[in-house]
């Protein structure tokens, strides 16, 4: 897989500059925003995070293309997390995935936990009832590729508030099928064209582009797209995920397009 060699080639060399510096920064480090872990790469996360916030309006809107401008669009990454040699890193959630494939997601439910006042499963089928938002957008991925595509889904902002958010919320975090694990802020998590997409071009998302949802985060780097959610977590703290995130791979937090 394209993607995972590129990750595993700059994990090492990130890890290389770290060194201990990550180390004695970590404890001291405030967790409300995302940390440089003293680490000077690191710093451009932040810096590039108070830089696009300050230059880009808060509800300024990601450009939306025609029917026409749809192109063609590779699936990169895991594209079956039941399928070990389709890039499930989290194995022991294969089964699960794989149970919910067999009945074509009718029995999927998305888990919604951490500071809402209604934690619980959420059914795809009541996720489709909600209003919904469809979107034609350009995915910009970090290898240099692009593609447009026509998204359909419900705002997050509209499943978290029928969650309830409690007003100590800053981050939300999502948890993949797959094994990934990474978080977006309030702003983000709030914005118009921020949807966790079930359908793509007209249909519902096919299981190599993240079925049966996907979140679609339309102001950053594609890599924050995450395919084949499992549950989305509201938290007060910014978390990197260690092992799990993107962070550790040498990968911003940060990435605004
Ligand atoms: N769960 C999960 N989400 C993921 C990935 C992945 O491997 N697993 N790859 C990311 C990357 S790097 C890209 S470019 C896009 C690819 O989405 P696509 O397969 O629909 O093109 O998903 C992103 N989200
Ligand atoms: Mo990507």
């Known amino acids: 897989m394209k993607g995972d060699n590129g990750k595993i080639a700059r994990r090492g060399f990130v890890k290389g500059l770290v060194g201990t510096a990550a180390a004695t920064t970590l404890a001291g480090c405030g967790k409300t925003e995302p940390p440089t872990y003293g680490n000077i ?68 439910g998305l888990r919604i936990d951490g500071l809402v006042e209604r934690p619980g499963m959420y059914s795809l089928a009541n996720l489709k009832r909600m209003p919904s938002r469809t979107q034609i957008t350009r995915h910009t991925c970090e290898e240099g590729w692009s593609a447009i595509a026509q998204w359909t889904g419900v705002p997050l902002r509209s499943v978290l508030e029928a969650a309830g958010i409690k007003p100590n919320a800053r981050y939300v975090q999502f948890y993949a099928f797959d094994g990934w694990a990474d978080g977006i802020d309030m702003i983000d998590a709030l914005h118009p064209q921020t949807i966790l997409a079930y359908g793509m071009n007209g249909r519902d998302l096919p299981v190599p582009h993240g079925a049966p949802i996907r979140l679609r985060v339309e102001r950053q780097v594609v890599y924050k797209n995450m395919k084949f959610l499992r549950s989305v977590v509201v938290t007060e703290e910014f978390d990197d995920h260690g092992e799990w995130g993107n962070l550790q791979n040498g990968w911003s937090w940060y990435v605004g397009v």
């Open 41 to 108: 790469l690191r710093m451009g996360d932040l810096l590039t995070y108070k830089a696009h916030r300050l230059i880009v309006p808060e509800h300024a809107l990601a450009r939306e293309y025609d029917l026409a401008d749809i192109s063609a669009h590779p699936a990169i990454g895991t594209t079956n997390p039941a399928d070990p040699e389709k890039g499930g890193r989290h194995p022991e959630y294969a089964p699960e995935y794989a149970g919910y494939l067999k009945e074509a997601f009718g029995n999927y």
